[in-house]
């Protein structure tokens, strides 16, 4: 049975993403609990694939996937480009960049709690 997009749990939500991602092998995946931070979402999670092509990919078969198990659709921007595309799953958002892309920008940077290292977010 399929869960309606107002019953999926942010956790439970987030946990699909991360594997979704695992599964097409999206690289240096981090993950920032933004509940009590903002109120647009309760997770970000920023990822990088190898190419514009990957980068395509993997937020293609992640959009599908979440509508597939949760019946939820997904507001897209950038995908076109595959420099930065970045998914809004309501509960989650999730940018996915080309390496150079990320770089450049230092989104989870500016996210990061203060004090916090990357390496103890990343999954």
Known sequence: MT??????????????ILASLDDDKAEDVVTIDLRGRSSVADYMVVCSGRSSRQVGAIAEKLMERLKQEFGRTCR????????WVLIDASDVVVHVFRPEVREFYQLEKMWMPAGAGLSARQN
């Open 76 to 83: 897209v921007e950038g995908k076109e480009q595959g420099d």
């Open 3 to 16: 869960a309606t997009p107002t019953e999926v749990q942010s956790d439970v939500l987030l946990a699909r």
